[in-house]
């Protein structure tokens, strides 16, 4: 198969729109400078995020017509009970509606005021779910992804190991490994370093977690990347590493290839009583947490077709190729690419804007401004925060902008468009201008709040 060709033809379509410069301009000034508000309708190329955004296939919108809607014990239940507990091992299986309800439902049931959660790098909704639950998150992330470490994802073993070890160690409740690691530019963990993060917790005494919304990917690039297990498939990698840990949760709006729908699977009987006990009061039943029973019989078929190596080579080249063209259009893109998306050094891109004048925020407003085209900002805006005594926000680590890639959806002459566009707001990088904030919420504020551009 060459490179970069789509493993599947096209059989249903949806037109895009193609809105005008002066309708762009119209839509970024009601929208407050805010993606998050642009409405679809004013998007041609929509790459603000992978979740929830797939195309089903085929056997997946026949699987809808087998969906058993009963309130209580659906067959659709069983058949994805069955599909989760045959890939990850656990026994426990409770769907939710999508992957930060199971974050809030999970850590919210393990941890208690003055716990610790530790990882690779919580995301954005992960950090607010522990939060939310009194707890401390704290992140370990191993090496700069700009050094071209295969695997830029991994949690740093000896901090890890420190911590434990510390005065702090005794509050440490869980280990959670973001596989791959969407805020650290979407790099994969390795095998290696799952098993280091096991023997650490059984040393110390804390569960092993894994936020596993894009579970397959991450098996992929180990297979490619690490050469112990180059003669495994996606999906026998996969079921080693659910087999080290605890439990996991998902959104299962990722690596499920479905547009809703997220799940907790655990070991533990006890610890998955009380999620049940949380899922009751916000989700629903248990056997159905949320979703239509069609749903669930479009996560089953996904959850299988997912860890199709053909598929998840197409993936992994989608990304290569489109991070090889933002390169040689002026961009600085980190690497190696991953597989759901490409990631841009708005800093580096943008040096005379500091960070607390939005750098990403500015390179994904221009983007749109210039083609119509929506990314994602993971700098200070999202990762940020307000500083408590004042003066500027607390900076990101880092100034990213996202490109996410929608499974499925678009194809090669799509992202050539986004190259193009990409190109003609480097070139004009220098003219570019920062953000601040207007009004923003308490937490996660990115979604919703309002900017406004300076000079």
């Not at 507990?85 to 999508?98: F, K, N, S």
């Not at 547009?259 to 699977?265: D, Q, S």
């Not at 994602?376 to 999202?382: D, I, K, Q």
Request: glycine content about 8%; aromatic content about 8%.
């Amino acid at each position: 198969m060459p490179a970069f060709m789509e493993p599947f033809r096209i059989k249903t379509i949806e037109p895009i729109p193609f809105p005008t410069a002066e309708e762009r301009q119209s839509a970024l000034v009601d929208a407050g400078y805010n993606l998050f508000r642009v409405p679809a309708r004013r998007i041609m190329i929509d790459l603000l995020t992978d979740s929830g955004t797939s195309a089903m296939s085929a056997a997946q919108w026949s699987a809808l017509l087998a969906g058993d809607e009963s309130y209580a014990g659906a067959s659709s239940f069983e058949r994805f009970e069955s599909v989760v507990r045959d890939l990850t091992g656990y026994q426990e299986v409770i769907p939710v509606h999508q992957g930060r309800a199971a974050e809030r439902i999970l850590l919210g049931s393990l941890l208690k005021p003055g716990d610790v959660s530790v990882s690779n790098t919580h995301f954005d909704t992960t950090r607010a779910s522990v939060e939310s639950a009194g707890a401390t998150p704290v992140d370990l992330p191993a090496g700069d992804t700009e050094a071209s470490s295969p695997f830029g994802g991994n949690i740093d073993l000896d901090a890890l190991h420190d911590y434990l070890a510390g005065s702090q160690g005794r509050r440490v409740r869980c280990v959670v490994l973001t596989i791959t690691n969407n805020a650290g530019g979407g790099q994969p963990v390795s095998f290696a370093n799952v098993e280091g993060a096991r023997r650490l917790c059984d040393e110390y005494g804390a569960m092993l977690l894994l936020d596993a919304s894009r579970f397959a990917e991450n098996a992929f690039l180990i297979t490619e990347r690490e050469d112990e297990l180059a003669d495994r498939s996606p999906r026998d990698v996969a079921e080693m590493i659910f087999a080290l840990a605890d439990g996991c949760w998902a959104s299962l709006k990722k690596d499920g290839l479905a547009n809703i729908g997220g799940l907790i699977a655990l070991a533990d009987t006890d610890l998955a009583r009380r999620c049940r006990e949380q899922l009751i009061a916000v989700e629903g039943f248990p056997t159905y947490g949320g979703l239509a029973g069609r749903d669930l019989d479009a996560l089953a078929r996904g959850l299988m077709e997912v860890t199709d190596t053909k598929y998840l080579r197409y993936r992994a080249e989608t990304a290569q190729w489109l991070g090889d063209q933002l390169t040689k259009a002026g961009l600085p893109v980190l690497q190696p690419t991953g597989c759901h998306a490409v990631y841009i050094d708005a800093a580096a891109l943008l040096p005379h804007i500091p960070p607390h004048e939005l750098p990403a925020t500015a390179l994904a407003n221009e983007l749109y401004r210039a083609g119509a085209v929506r990314v994602s900002e993971l700098g200070t805006l999202v990762f940020g925060r307000v500083n408590p005594d004042g003066g500027h926000d607390v900076a990101a680590p880092r100034e990213l902008v996202r490109f996410a890639l929608p499974r499925r959806v678009y194809t090669k002459s799509h992202l050539e468009y986004v190259v193009e566009t990409a190109a003609t707001v480097a070139g004009n990088a220098s003219t570019i201008v920062g953000y601040r904030i207007v009004d923003q919420a308490e937490t996660l504020r990115h979604f919703s709040a309002v900017l406004k551009p300076l000079g």
